[in-house]
């Protein structure tokens, strides 16, 4: 292809830029924590959606190194084709057992995991409704499924019960939503979902990519936290937030975690997570399995950021859990905060269009197990600083 014909690209990207919109990514020279290095700087961290810490826990380290020695490396292929080794087959049975669901099976990440399931419960002819937040891996589900999508407003669920009503002739019907929305930290209202789901005969599934590991009793997810085992069809997870490491995972009824295993597309036909990966997730269940206390320690952490925050004279939105939205506004100014908290040593992302609603950029503050209370000191007096340096308090 010739220059020329790239040209629209280059004009989008200068766009980007001058609208403040254009994603830098920074390379970080150290293990993901509490701190990480960038550019040869120590930084606070609070942009990793590493909630429990485990992402650089010695004993996930060593299960994986363990593991590299039984197994090697990579899983050869597809299971279906090549077959599924023990470690695999053990993560899913933990998991099961973890969430008190009937059965589980995993993928390559939480976003595979939704493409997976949509398009093989879902088709021509059937009909979806789905939070009008909803996740990008979701939406891009739901196109791939052919079925119709219908948006309901965000956790509205007179608004859902309005459309189900009025679309009751269709062949299948499924019911999606986030668990915990990312950008806001709110939590899906699923008790209710689960109540319109059941009256309507309709399927519900719940993407808890955010609260697993964060909500429920030692962070057993939404459905635990709820209350709802065996009322939810399809809970989709992933291993890549506060499990630490990368993967996604599917709990549910068992026909169709056994369907999945015959029709989710990522699972036949693209490798499955590598052998240090899995055995790093077994061991961050057996820690969650077996203590509760990096779960009580992340939600105290929590509090502790947001009360502050608040306390500063910030807006922190409708957050009920440990994703605390900095709200600003515009993305220029987002970014320029950004830009001020990390030459004051704290690494925070702001978040702009497309990722949330023009007009509503934020920085986005994640709490995780692995700040100290002096760490947490350190970033409010930090967030203070710049905020009145930025006149946003
Ligand atoms: C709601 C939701 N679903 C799915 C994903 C994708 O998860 P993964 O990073 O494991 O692909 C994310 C991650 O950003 C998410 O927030």
């Keep these: ?120 419960l879902m088709g021509d002819g059937d009909l979806i409704f789905s939070d009008e937040l909803n996740h ?47 950008m806001d930290g709110d939590i899906a209202p699923l008790d209710k979902l689960c109540e319109i789901a059941e009256a309507h005969g309709a399927m519900l599934m719940v993407d808890d990519a955010h609260g697993e590991g964060v909500l429920g009793r030692g962070g057993r997810g939404i459905v635990d936290h709820f209350g709802l085992h065996g009322r939810v069809d399809i809970e989709v997870g992933t291993l890549s937030k506060a499990f630490g490491v990368v993967g996604g995972l599917v709990a549910g009824k068992k026909p169709i975690i056994d ?12 490798s499955a997570m590598t052998v240090p990966d899995v055995a790093a997730c077994i061991e961050a269940v057996n820690i969650l399995a077996e203590s509760d206390e990096l779960v009580a320690r992340l939600w105290e952490n929590a509090r502790i950021l947001r009360e502050g925050m608040q306390s500063l004279g910030f807006d922190t939105g409708h957050s009920q859990t440990p994703i605390v939205p900095l709200m600003l506004g515009e993305a220029p100014l987002a970014q320029e905060f950004s830009r001020h908290l990390f030459a004051r040593g704290l690494f925070a992302m702001a978040i702009g269009y497309p990722t949330v609603p023009m007009g509503k950029a934020r920085i986005r503050v994640m709490n995780s197990a692995a700040h100290s209370p002096a760490d947490l000191e350190e970033a409010l007096d930090i967030f203070a600083t710049v905020g009145k340096e930025l006149k946003v308090i």
Aim: glycine share 6%; hydrophobic share 45%; aromatic share 8%.
């Design 1 to 120: 292809m010739s220059n020329d014909a790239l040209a629209w690209i280059e004009d989008e990207l200068a766009q980007l830029d001058a609208a403040g919109l254009r994603t830098r990514i920074r390379t970080i020279d150290s293990p993901m924590d509490a701190r990480v290095t960038i550019g040869g700087q120590r930084l606070l961290n609070f942009c990793a959606n590493n909630y429990l810490g485990l992402a650089n826990h010695p004993r996930l380290r060593d299960a994986a190194k363990r593991a590299i020695d039984a197994f090697g490396i990579g899983p050869g292929a597809v299971r279906t084709i090549a077959g599924t080794m023990s470690l695999h087959l053990e993560l899913e049975q933990k998991l099961a057992e973890f969430k008190h669901a009937e059965a589980c099976i995993t993928f390559q990440s939480g976003f595979t995991a939704n493409l997976a399931t949509v398009p093989a």
């Design 136 to 182: 990008a891996s979701i939406i891009d589900a739901c196109r791939l499924s052919k079925a119709r999508t219908i948006r309901y407003a965000h956790n509205d669920v007179d608004d859902l019960r309005r459309k189900l009503a009025a679309h009751g002739e269709f062949r299948r019907r499924l019911i999606v939503s986030d668990g915990v929305f990312s």
């Design 259 to 270: 369907w999945l295993r015959q029709r989710g597309r990522p699972f036949l036909f693209s």
